[in-house]
């Protein structure tokens, strides 16, 4: 389901940049879709009536904005955000990092426990006894819903989905640099993994594909100095295919190819930042909690500081904010406690989806496909 939905929204994005190119260089748009793409024959009726479609679904306006309900519609930003429960998680002391796998079920850590946990009771369901004792962004989980986590010999372990088989995903033999946090990326299966170099005290990322071998680096020349983290704690990939990385004073984000973009060091009320948990939404926002407010906040893609989307102010979030999860399904993120003997976690709801457009945009594709058909 993660999948998918990635992909859909890659899928949205890729067409608006389309339909911005149509607009405004409409000899641009004609090459780019003439392109040979080298279709079986038998596809091309399913290829036409998709394009017609498409091309039907478009009705530019002087803003340039489609008259139809788009996501930017079908989805938006409560006003007062709602935590919709909250509960007990069993075998923690701390809500220190959390992976949703289904709204029923989320892996969470402290520094000394890996557990798979109910949403609805907060019941523990399965536990790891192998995982790296530290309370930062030491697991994941992919596409399939497999949970991956860093061991206490910082090898990188893969745990299938019957909770029996295990299998080293990537093995540690470089002393000189320890994996921190791991974050598998949803649109392409790729693993990020936070490193830190013990002799140094700075840090990396380094992407890994989906058998396990090395596909990238960030900063990308290992001959220079890697400044530009201090220690990774958490890390994520918004929609745009940024990496985002929860470092000590900073929020420190690359674009996909390893380009510095910015680096967020808190909110325009001028506090000193204490990232720890961070995640991003369908809608490319970021979410990072912050230890010295005590507050979740909100960015947009370009690190501009939005809102506070939780305070000790909302009903319900008496802790400090931890760890952060963002569940695609539901759009609600999961928060977890990080105050003391404190094994609180909660389910935030932020985003209003509007699903009586989405009804009717899906009658009028439907209708609108009826009539194509019925006219070839």
């Known amino acids: 389901?993660?999948?998918?939905?990635?992909?859909?929204?890659?899928?949205?994005?890729?067409?608006?940049?389309?339909?911005?190119?149509?607009?405004?260089?409409?000899?641009?748009?004609?090459?780019?879709?003439t392109q040979n793409h080298s279709p079986r024959k038998d596809d091309m009726k399913t290829i036409i009536n998709i394009l017609v479609n498409l091309m039907k679904e478009i009705r530019l306006v002087p803003s340039g904005i489609p008259r139809r309900a788009g996501l930017d519609d079908l989805l938006t930003l409560l006003s007062s955000p709602v935590v919709q429960k909250y509960l007990s998680v069993t075998g923690v002391e701390f809500c220190d990092h959390i992976s949703c796998v289904t709204p029923d079920r989320v892996w969470v850590s402290d520094k000394n426990n890996l557990i798979l946990t109910e949403t609805a009771t907060g019941k523990k369901l399965h536990s790891v006894e192998d995982q790296l004792s530290s309370g930062i962004g030491i697991h994941t989980v992919n596409s399939e819903g497999e949970l991956?986590?860093?061991?206490?010999?910082?090898?990188?372990?893969?745990?299938?989905?019957?909770?029996?088989?295990?299998?080293?995903f990537i093995k540690h033999t470089d002393t000189t640099w320890e994996p921190q946090c791991v974050y598998c990326s949803p649109s392409s299966g790729d693993l990020l993994v936070g490193m830190r170099d013990t002799r140094t005290y700075t840090g990396k990322v380094v992407r890994?594909?989906?058998?396990?071998?090395?596909?990238?680096?960030?900063?990308?020349?290992?001959?220079?100095?890697?400044?530009?983290?201090?220690?990774?704690?958490?890390?994520?990939?918004?929609?745009?295919?940024?990496?985002?990385?929860?470092?000590?004073?900073?929020?420190?984000?690359?674009?996909?190819?390893?380009?510095?973009?910015?680096?967020?060091?808190?909110?325009?009320?001028?506090?000193?930042?204490?990232?720890?948990?961070?995640?991003?939404?369908?809608?490319?926002?970021?979410?990072?909690?912050?230890?010295?407010?005590?507050?979740?906040?909100?960015?947009?893609?370009?690190?501009?500081?939005?809102?506070?989307?939780?305070?000790?102010?909302?009903?319900?979030?008496?802790?400090?904010?931890?760890?952060?999860?963002?569940?695609?399904?539901?759009?609600?993120?999961?928060?977890?406690?990080?105050?003391?003997?404190?094994?609180?976690?909660?389910?935030?709801r932020y985003i209003n989806r509007h699903l009586h457009l989405a009804d009717e945009r899906e009658y009028n594709c439907d209708f609108d496909e009826e009539q194509t058909q019925a006219g070839m």
């Not at 939905?5 to 608006?16: I, S």
């Not at 991956?148 to 080293?168: A, H, V």
């Open 148 to 168: 991956i986590y860093i061991d206490k010999e910082y090898n990188i372990i893969k745990l299938c989905n019957d909770m029996k088989t295990t299998t080293t």
């Open 208 to 348: 890994y594909d989906n058998t396990g071998k090395r596909k990238q680096t960030i900063p990308h020349d290992d001959n220079t100095p890697h400044t530009l983290y201090e220690w990774p704690w958490f890390i994520t990939e918004n929609n745009n295919l940024d990496v985002l990385v929860s470092d000590v004073v900073a929020v420190v984000v690359t674009s996909g190819e390893g380009v510095h973009r910015f680096s967020y060091t808190g909110p325009p009320s001028g506090s000193r930042l204490q990232p720890y948990g961070i995640c991003t939404d369908v809608m490319s926002h970021i979410l990072v909690s912050d230890y010295t407010t005590s507050t979740v906040q909100m960015l947009d893609r370009d690190g501009q500081f939005l809102s506070y989307v939780l305070t000790r102010q909302t009903r319900g979030m008496d802790y400090k904010p931890y760890g952060l999860s963002y569940d695609v399904s539901t759009h609600a993120v999961y928060v977890g406690s990080g105050s003391n003997n404190n094994n609180t976690m909660s389910v935030c």
């Open 1 to 33: 389901m993660t999948r998918h939905m990635t992909k859909l929204l890659r899928y949205y994005h890729r067409f608006e940049q389309l339909s911005e190119t149509m607009e405004t260089r409409p000899f641009k748009f004609l090459r780019i879709m």
